[in-house]
């Protein structure tokens, strides 16, 4: 039989190599973006088209190459930045595996121009599937030029799978935020469609973080700086009250280089325990500086995920640094010794204390159990006990819930007068369907009904309702608008402009009329009828994080995900005080729903107690 292994044709194993390094238009900007700041470059640009589809353009101003050094960068595995085995385990570079440029080039078209600041000519090279199409001289500034076209354009299998432009988009915003931020010493612009989306000077870590995140985290911000003799921290954390429902605003770089590690998220979890609701996420944003031979970073192709040779100790570090600087920022909780400067307006307080006050005052056995020797645990006959008043009124609130002569305490009639209104509730209208309901705690309704009665708790109820009349809206039973006397402008980060942008039609079909209003921002001209104005920027907000807060490893549609927030986000929370007309309207709403026992999100909407339980519950 003939043999039948065989090697494979370079364009095709640099197309399977290509699919570890590229997996979409971001894997390409994060390899040009790091190539850009290896070169020294302190302006960087980055054009995009079509979400990264159609072009993705990487424009710097750093040193540039040779021409021949312009050919060799597309081999596999040619780098300038290793030389022998040793220097793997020093890497201080962004890249170093020589792929990037490599894989890039079998998967796309790809021109480059660079020059040296020294040459007289630049050097112009176009390459299509791996293969040099021209190669000539150029007229160009010193830096370079990468210009990806057609992603995919050869592998269409691999173009299907793409995501969404504003999918696509928001990849491409989360790994250039990542380098930015890594680098605020470096002018950064970006390019959408020839509209520009990122204009962020040079400038401090914190200016970065700033204009990266939002205006509105300036004051939410608390530096960290712990510097030892095995590693340096220093970055910033958030203060407690920005914390969100996500983990957006999370970083961690490890030398300049942006990583996940779930390890060290954990560390800064536990230094802000008790100090943040168990489901919020704070903001952080750490860099920790140590010798490059303490870790493996060549375990990722891309190289998010590191090896640290001690965890522990990194751990430690990091905990007891967050922990610091919360303490050092007076955010953690401290027994506070000020007095109240209301307390010091008192009459006690500001009325002079006379000799004879204070040779009462000293004379009395309280003051000696605290000024003299072994008096802590004398006790005084109770006659002469300066207590006998506090024993007294002891005794007399004790006496109050000494039961009645009707057999009940105090106590024992409210709850008794509460357990007859409930009676009262289920049995003064024996009809068939719901009757009398009463609020308990301003969040469940007990409704009584022929068999017993239901605790519905009002807020599940009240996202059921939405949230069906919301599938409803998206079926072609479109929700009216109100269109505000005063429209809103709201500004987001540029994280949630185009998620905001990617969701605006289907917010339209539930009731919202909102309007982009430059790079940023945006108009809120309506909102559905139903819902109360004067709040649009928070509700967006809110609608914006709680659609980030869905799990990734459920598999709804994105218009399944806006109506789940939205069904969270108005409907009737615990604490709510309802009347009787409205608790009925929801009561009535709920049972007239398709599915009235299971709120969206699979929980019971209510739980029925009927009569036969109850009355096994009492021995009956």
Known sequence: MPDIIQLLPDNIANQIAAGEVIQR???????????????????????????????????????????????????????SKIKNIEDLFSIKTMGFRGEALASIAAVAQVELKTKRGDDEAGTFIDIENSLVKNQEPVAFPAGTSIAMKNLFFNVPARRNFLKSNAAEMRHIIDEFIRVAISFP????????????????????????IVQILGDNLNAKLISVQQDTDYLNIY???GKPEAAKK??????????????????????????YQQMIPADSFPLYVLFIDLDPAQLDINVHPTKQEIKFEDEKIVYAFVQAAVKHSLAQFSITPTLDFDLDPAIQQLDAVT????????????????????TQKNQAHFIESENKSDLKHWREFFENSKNERVPNETGHSNDS??????????????????????????????????ASNDQGFLLINQQLAHERILYEKYIAATEGKMIATQRSLFPTTITLSLQDTVLLNELMNDLNELGYLIEPFGKDAFIVQGT???????????????????????????????????????????????????????????????????????????NPVYIEFKKDYLEKLFQK
């Open 25 to 79: 238009p971001a894997s390409a900007v994060k390899e040009l973006l790091e190539n850009a700041v290896d070169a020294g470059a302190t302006e960087i640009k980055l054009i995009i088209a079509d979400a990264g589809k159609s072009l993705v353009q990487v424009i710097d101003n750093g040193k540039g190459m040779s021409e021949s050094d312009a050919r060799m960068a597309f081999e596999r595995h040619a780098t």
């Open 528 to 602: 559905p009828a139903d819902v109360g104005s004067g709040n649009e920027k928070m509700t967006i907000e809110r609608l914006l994080e709680q659609f980030k807060h869905f799990s990734s490893n459920l598999k709804f549609s994105r218009r399944e995900k806006i109506i789940r927030s939205l069904a969270w986000q108005h409907s009737i929370k615990p604490g709510t005080s309802l009347t009787a007309e409205e608790m009925q309207n929801l009561v009535e709403e709920l049972f007239v729903c398709t599915q009235s026992n299971i709120s969206p999100n699979g």
């Open 413 to 446: 009639k409210i709850q008794a007068a509460f357990v007859s209104e409930l009676q009262s509730a289920a049995g003064s209208h024996p009809l068939s369907g719901i009757a009398k309901m009463v609020q308990i705690h301003n969040t469940y309704i007990v």
């Open 185 to 208: 010493q470096i002018f950064f612009s970006v390019f959408s469609n020839d509209q520009e989306i990122f204009h962020l000077e040079k400038g401090t870590l914190k200016q970065r």
């Open 235 to 237: 970055g910033f954390i």
């Open 351 to 370: 009325k002079p204390f006379t000799d004879q006050q204070k040779a009462e005052a000293a004379s009395s056995s309280l003051f000696r159990t605290f």
């Open 246 to 271: 996500t983990r957006g605003d999370q970083y961690f770089f490890v030398n300049n280089r942006f990583i996940r590690s779930a390890y060290l998220n954990h560390a800064v979890m536990n230094a």
